[in-house]
């Protein structure tokens, strides 16, 4: 059979290659495998091996991401960019006007109100009642005016009437040229308050979406009330301050004046068997405004400390004309709205109660200084009075406003009829003659709260919305009656007559507010759900 062929020797090349290897390798068939790290092997579990370490708690599965589409995705991201961008802020430029108005109307403040109280409860109450009746007959047309000149010339016009009207009183003016100038002053004081008003809804509509109008109305509302109410806690330091340097002591006039031998003179304080004579609200009543026995009594200024006085008020009004110009702007108002206003609730339901805020701030500025003040402990009693009215007033102003947004307004209103109906008890009953100098500060300071929060609610349900310029202007024309009315009973009227009518009006005022708050929540509720 012959041999066999070795089977692990190679065949021989073709002739064409030349031959790589000579020698025959047995290994030549196998691939090298890198080493691979113990480490990474695994070990081989049995089944049927119990594990030496215990079995950790396997991990929560992760929820599959849910895949948005395309629209949701994009209004996602919108709703981001939206919560990221900051809100609009009001354009500095428009702040800064409105801070000097804001000024400008303080210093009027300054001049205007505390002249008014002086000049009401001495002998000039019937031509400020004759300023206000003339105010009354032009707020209706307010919105027109507004509209036609715009609200830098009213304001300005306005400030400068006041100025010439003070200044006229450093001067034994004639009563011939004193009565035009109240007339015309008169004419001014709707319109101006109408202008301050409307410049206050300017800034807000700069301050982005509705939310944000209303709270920056709310605001700038504020700091106009706050910049009136500290005028006049500055203009009756300006008076205490007056009372410091010019004083003149009066004294009774029994004293001064040389009576018969036979008359037994008053004795001064009077008894307490005084105050019990039926005739005693007789003696008081009407223009005489105090006791027979302690009609001069206290402090007073002197003819020089009045003129000084004045011609301070004066200069302050000059400046005010000054930062009005500056503050206010000079664009017309929009067209008064086509609507009628007759129609409106605000201005029917409105007007009983901006008459009654009118006859408070009346009987407050004009018989509450002459009877609880003057009368008690002369002017430097009636000063405080009238600077603890101011303070409280701007304190109470502030801080209600901000719990009225909150939706408080019922309750603010039950406790404001509350305490202002106890105030007028207790000023019916307490006697303007007893020598307490405590209580007329104290009583003046509540009444200035409650005066702030009558303002506050009525301004916030009449002021913005669609068509409030002619609503607003009937208010301001049934506060100007008031004012006129309370002017006038000042020289008509005891004390105890006019709390009985301002408890008649505020009882009216509450119906009519309350009545209104409703209407104006069964709107909101209708547009809500349309």
Same mark, same amino acid.
């Given at each position: 059979?012959?041999?066999?062929?070795?089977?692990?020797?190679?065949?021989?090349?073709?002739?064409?290659?030349?031959?790589?290897?000579?020698?025959?390798?047995?290994?030549?068939?196998?691939?090298?495998?890198?080493?691979?790290?113990?480490?990474?092997?695994?070990?081989?579990?049995?089944?049927?091996?119990?594990?030496?370490?215990?079995?950790?708690?396997? /991990?929560?599965?992760?929820?599959?991401?849910?895949?948005?589409?395309?629209?949701?995705?994009?209004?996602?991201?919108?709703?981001?960019?939206?919560?990221?961008? !900051?809100?609009?802020? $009001?354009?500095?430029?428009?702040? #800064?006007?409105?801070?000097?108005?804001?000024?400008?109307?303080?210093?009027?403040?300054?001049?205007?109100?505390?002249?008014?109280?002086?000049?009401? /409860?001495?002998?000039?109450?019937? *031509?400020?009642?004759?300023?206000?009746?003339?105010?009354?007959?032009?707020?209706?047309?307010?919105?027109?005016?507004? !509209?036609?000149?715009?609200?830098?010339?009213?304001?300005?016009?306005?400030?400068?009437?006041?100025?010439?009207?003070?200044?006229?009183?450093? $001067?034994?003016?004639?009563?011939?040229?004193?009565?035009?100038?109240?007339?015309?002053?008169? $004419?001014?004081?709707?319109?101006?308050?109408?202008?301050?008003?409307?410049? /206050?809804?300017?800034?807000?509509?700069?301050?982005?979406?509705?939310?944000?109008?209303?709270?920056?109305?709310?605001?700038?509302?504020?700091?106009?009330?706050?910049?009136?109410?500290?005028?006049?806690?500055?203009?009756?330091?300006?008076?205490?301050?007056?009372?410091?340097?010019?004083?003149? #002591?009066?004294?009774?006039?029994?004293?001064?004046?040389?009576?018969?031998?036979?008359?037994?003179?008053?004795?001064? *304080?009077?008894?307490?068997?005084?105050?019990?004579?039926?005739?005693?609200?007789? !003696?008081?009543?009407?223009?005489?405004?105090?006791?027979?026995? =302690?009609?001069?009594?206290?402090?007073?200024?002197?003819?020089?400390?009045?003129?000084?006085?004045?011609?301070?008020?004066?200069?302050?009004?000059? %400046?005010?004309?000054?930062?009005?110009?500056?503050?206010?702007?000079?664009?017309?108002?929009?067209?008064?709205?086509?609507?009628?206003?007759?129609?409106?609730?605000?201005?029917?339901?409105?007007?009983?109660?901006?008459?009654?805020?009118?006859?408070?701030?009346?009987?407050?500025?004009?018989?509450?200084?002459?009877?609880?003040?003057?009368?008690?402990?002369?002017?430097?009693?009636?000063?405080?009075?009238?600077?603890?009215?101011?303070?409280? =007033?701007?304190?109470?102003?502030?801080?209600?406003?901000?719990? &009225?947004?909150?939706?408080?307004?019922?309750?603010?209103?039950?406790?404001? %009829?509350?305490?202002?109906?106890?105030?007028?008890?207790?000023?019916?009953?307490?006697?303007?003659?007893?020598?307490?100098?405590?209580?007329?500060?104290?009583?003046?300071?509540?009444?200035?709260?409650?005066?702030?929060?009558?303002?506050?609610? =009525?301004?916030?349900?009449?002021?913005?919305?669609?068509?409030?310029?002619? *609503?607003?202007?009937?208010?301001?024309?049934?506060?100007?009656?008031?004012?006129?009315?309370?002017?006038?009973?000042? =020289?008509?009227?005891?004390?105890?007559?006019?709390?009985?009518?301002?408890? &008649?009006?505020?009882?009216?005022?509450?119906?009519?507010?309350?009545?209104?708050?409703?209407?104006?929540?069964?709107?909101? &509720?209708?547009?809500?759900?349309?």
């Amino acid at each position: 059979m012959g041999s066999l062929p070795d089977l692990t020797e190679r065949s021989r090349p073709p002739a064409g290659r030349t031959a790589a290897r000579t020698v025959s390798d047995p290994h030549r068939h196998r691939t090298i495998i890198a080493q691979i790290p113990v480490s990474t092997i695994c070990k081989k579990e049995w089944l049927w091996k119990k594990p030496k370490t215990p079995l950790r708690v396997a /991990a929560p599965a992760v929820v599959p991401r849910r895949r948005d589409s395309a629209a949701s995705s994009l209004g996602a991201a919108s709703v981001r960019k939206l919560l990221a961008r !900051q809100p609009p802020k $009001v354009p500095k430029p428009i702040v #800064n006007r409105f801070t000097l108005l804001c000024l400008s109307s303080g210093l009027c403040a300054t001049a205007l109100l505390p002249f008014t109280a002086f000049a009401g /409860a001495e002998a000039a109450a019937m *031509p400020l009642a004759l300023m206000h009746s003339i105010a009354a007959i032009i707020a209706p047309f307010s919105p027109l005016i507004l !509209q036609k000149v715009g609200a830098r010339i009213v304001i300005t016009v306005a400030h400068i009437l006041v100025f010439l009207l003070i200044t006229a009183h450093t $001067v034994a003016t004639p009563l011939s040229v004193l009565l035009p100038l109240y007339g015309l002053c008169g $004419v001014s004081l709707s319109p101006m308050s109408l202008a301050l008003t409307a410049s /206050a809804t300017t800034l807000a509509q700069a301050a982005g979406d509705e939310v944000r109008r209303k709270i920056a109305l709310r605001r700038a509302l504020r700091a106009l009330r706050a910049a009136q109410d500290l005028g006049l806690v500055f203009g009756s330091l300006l008076l205490g301050g007056a009372l410091m340097i010019w004083p003149e #002591n009066l004294m009774p006039l029994a004293q001064t004046s040389a009576a018969p031998t036979n008359v037994t003179l008053p004795q001064w *304080p009077p008894s307490e068997e005084y105050f019990l004579e039926d005739d005693y609200e007789e !003696q008081t009543c009407g223009a005489s405004g105090c006791p027979n026995t =302690q009609s001069l009594s206290g402090t007073a200024l002197t003819a020089e400390g009045r003129r000084i006085l004045v011609a301070v008020w004066a200069s302050v009004a000059l %400046a005010s004309i000054g930062l009005g110009v500056y503050g206010a702007s000079s664009t017309p108002g929009p067209p008064p709205d086509a609507r009628s206003v007759v129609k409106d609730p605000r201005a029917l339901l409105g007007a009983p109660m901006g008459l009654f805020i009118g006859l408070q701030q009346g009987f407050i500025y004009t018989s509450y200084i002459k009877w609880y003040g003057v009368c008690v402990g002369g002017w430097s009693c009636a000063w405080r009075a009238l600077f603890g009215a101011g303070c409280l =007033q701007a304190l109470a102003a502030a801080t209600l406003s901000m719990a &009225a947004a909150r939706g408080r307004r019922g309750a603010l209103a039950a406790g404001g %009829a509350a305490a202002h109906a106890s105030l007028m008890l207790a000023l019916l009953r307490w006697r303007a003659a007893r020598t307490d100098l405590a209580l007329p500060a104290v009583a003046a300071a509540a009444w200035g709260a409650c005066a702030a929060l009558w303002d506050v609610l =009525q301004a916030g349900a009449c002021i913005g919305g669609a068509g409030w310029r002619g *609503p607003w202007a009937a208010t301001l024309g049934a506060r100007h009656a008031g004012l006129a009315a309370a002017c006038a009973a000042r =020289q008509l009227l005891c004390a105890r007559a006019q709390l009985v009518a301002l408890a &008649a009006a505020l009882f009216t005022a509450l119906l009519s507010h309350a009545a209104l708050e409703l209407r104006l929540r069964r709107g909101e &509720a209708g547009r809500h759900r349309s």
